[in-house]
């Protein structure tokens, strides 16, 4: 349970970061008129919709995986050769490194995709 807590804390702020994210690249269009919703995204294609997000994703989203693994480290030295204590760091880094792993691996597997479907 505590671990879908924290899954939805990082959900949530990713999602407010991707928010000012998309903000920003808004307020960067000319083409948009003051007091006027303008799409901040100007693409044609289905490809270059997943390229812009992910580009976006991994900009917000490297960030957050250097603090955590920052983190981290506080925790093992927090630990100090309590067992519990470093289990639950070990199991943090774990998560961290799993996250990184997705986010880092989620650019590929979109040029594989989009590889893929351009081929046929």
């Known amino acids: ?12 702020i990713t999602y407010s970061f991707l928010g000012s994210y998309l903000t920003v ?19 044609d294609t289905v490809n270059d919709f997943i390229k812009v997000f992910l580009e976006g994703a991994l900009k917000i989203g ?18 100090r050769g309590n067992p519990e204590k470093i289990t639950k760091a070990k199991d943090a880094l774990l998560y961290t490194l799993i996250g990184a792993a997705i986010l880092l691996g989620s650019w590929a597997l979109a040029q594989v995709i989009a590889d893929t479907v351009l081929a046929i």
């Open 62 to 79: 490297i960030p957050i995986v250097s603090l955590a693994i920052i983190y981290c480290g506080f925790l093992f030295v927090e630990a």
């Open 25 to 43: 690249l808004a307020a960067e269009n000319p083409v948009c008129r003051p007091g006027t919703i303008c799409n901040p995204i100007s693409t």
């Open 1 to 12: 349970m505590n671990i879908l807590r924290r899954f939805n804390k990082f959900i949530l």
